[in-house]
């Protein structure tokens, strides 16, 4: 089984990706800023896959000296690093011009110049390597141009998207794989609702539609399947007059 690095890996998607990589056998180097939620999802993990092996370690990755450090580390101890899941993010974010610019900002950087630092980490432990595989947690949102209070963190998650992109257009042909998820509602801390329905998926079935993507190493996948796969089609294909009525 492989070494799967987690960030925001404290609460949400990030630990029931824990929880389903711990299923499947995976060793588990987990970071996040709550330590207290870290330790408790370790303990849990312990409990009911004692043969897993979990680190964790605080982690702001807006302090991207840190981020580097605590890749570096975490590397250090497992021996490498197979899998990097670039997964922390945040949701806030208000209409353009309605005078919250902090708030885009924040989102911006986080989602953004945040990843940036965690993808240039992990592309230098798989170079120096020679394998592993970059996982860059999108969104349905980046399929296209959001309006209101997602606008910043639409184009954020588009943002990333490319720059995973970009790292498989620079590694193609090597051991070293690139996969980017675009999840649609998926209950989550994040989420605006707590609640699943038809489109809004429980945080385990959500998330196991994304772990089996990442197993399968697929290059891309809108998920689950069903109905973002033609929800994200429709929103990145059809004229904009349309295609808002989906946003919401």
Known sequence: MSTILIT?????????????????????????????????????????????????????????????RVFGEFRDLFGSLDRVVVNAGLGKGQPLGTGRFDANRDTAQTNFIGAL?????????????????????????????????????????????????????????????????????????MSATSKATPMVASTERGVRSMVAAIEKEKASARVPGWPWEPVGFALKHLPLPIARRLMG
Do not use: W
């Open 8 to 68: 925001g890996a404290s609460s949400g998607l990030g630990a029931e990706m824990a929880r389903q990589f711990a299923a499947l056998g995976h060793d588990l180097a987990l970071c996040a800023r709550r330590t207290d939620n870290l330790e408790a999802l370790r303990a849990e993990i312990a409990a009911s896959h004692p043969a897993v092996r979990v680190e964790v370690r605080a982690l702001d990755v807006n302090d991207h000296d840190a981020v580097f």
């Open 117 to 189: 630092a965690q993808t240039e980490a992990a592309a230098e432990a798989f170079r120096a390597q020679g394998s592993g595989h970059l996982v860059m947690i999108s969104s349905i949102s980046a399929m296209r141009g959001m309006p209101r209070n997602i606008t910043t963190y639409a184009a954020s998650k588009a943002a990333v998207a490319h720059l995973a992109e970009g790292f498989r257009a620079d590694v193609m042909g090597t051991p070293i794989k690139v996969t980017v998820l675009y999840p649609g509602y998926i209950v989550s801390e």
